[in-house]
């Protein structure tokens, strides 16, 4: 399986962004997708996540109530949409998949793969 990340780029504070996520190959035993942040000095952070059904979703404090994640199952494809970004939401966001039928507060040693980062830059 390989994930497709993009939609990262520079946005002022109290804007908007979405990222995508697209996965590819053998993606039938995927059962949730997420996203993760990593800053600098700091461990990759569990952002929001969503298993295949759309019925169990998390998010992390932080960005609840600003963050909306989305699977379109038909484009294997999980979206993140960040509205009233903060200069704290930049990061390097990485998207993951897990074929683990797990609940999506999970951490990221359960996730099977991995896409590269895409940098959002939130400036102030």
């Known amino acids: 399986v390989q994930l497709q990340a993009s939609g990262g780029g520079l946005v002022q504070a109290g804007g908007s962004l979405r990222l995508s996520c697209t996965a590819s190959?053998?993606?039938?035993?995927?059962?949730?997708m997420s996203w993760f942040r990593r800053t600098p000095g700091k461990e990759r952070e569990l952002v929001a996540a969503i298993n295949w059904r759309g019925q169990d979703i998390y998010y992390t404090d932080s960005v609840k109530g600003r963050y909306t994640i989305s699977l379109d199952t038909a484009k294997n494809t999980v979206y993140l949409q960040m509205n009233n970004v903060k200069p704290a939401d930049t990061a390097l966001y990485y998207c993951?998949?897990?074929?683990?039928?797990?609940?999506?507060?999970?951490?990221?040693?359960?996730?099977?793969?991995w896409g590269r980062g895409t940098l959002v830059t939130v400036s102030s």
């Open positions: 190959g053998p993606t039938a035993n995927i059962y949730i």
């Open positions: 993951a998949a897990s074929e683990r039928h797990m609940r999506t507060d999970v951490g990221e040693r359960f996730y099977d793969y």
